[in-house]
């Protein structure tokens, strides 16, 4: 499967049943979230960056193609797709800039992408990293998603830690990106990659997890048991989207 291939509902890489995609060698997708102890980046904020992120990995010209990440990220979708947030700040984050990778900003997030590597063979300047510690917050309350643009719906019954839903958002991102054509990726990349990442309310949930939209289903590997994560909507929009977004700095 490539990064063009959409992935067959009873085979994804999001569900936490046994398929054949355990078989094979199984790679894992860097985040590094840029974590200054003084001025640490909104939780909101970090989990839009942290999508944005990976849609721009996966539209990359290096991973497509003969690119030099494309056989990476080709092995890596035909395993299960695996996310790791890592924290960095200082010299590590300075560290960190300097490997093969995108750096993404926000309003106030910055988040390093880096091509997969083999589930044991992180490069020594992101192994040494942390992955607890993105425990981050909200200075205020988050404006009411952009109904134009798609949304990361979260599961309000889940308590996750910052960098565990980053990876969530970065899967339920990637899920949208799937189930777009050609056309609607390049309208959404031109958009900046807009999107919105808000908890949904039990209400809502009880009908976004019951409905057609893609769904995230956590294998259980972390934190949490196995079980739905993430609800994604409106990623049948994106081709009314405007052309720039300022904060969605790349």
Known sequence: MSSDDP???DDSPFHDEPTVRDEARQFVLPLVVHIEKAAPPARTDALETAARA???ILSDERSLGDGVWAQAMRDWQDARIRKVV???RGAEWRRAETLPGITVTGRSAEVRVFPPVP???????LARLQVS???LDDPEPPAPA???APVL???PELDMSAGKTMAQTGHGAQLAWWELSEKERIAWREAGFALSVRTADPARWSELSTSERPLVRDAGFTEIAPG???AVEGHDRVDALPKSVPDAAV
């Open 7 to 9: 992935t067959p509902a």
């Open 54 to 56: 990976v849609l721009t």
């Open 86 to 88: 890592r924290r960095a």
């Open 119 to 125: 589930l044991d063979g992180w490069p020594k300047d």
């Open 133 to 135: 510690g993105t425990d």
């Open 146 to 148: 952009d109904p134009a």
């Open 153 to 155: 719906w979260l599961n």
């Open 228 to 230: 739905l994560t993430v």
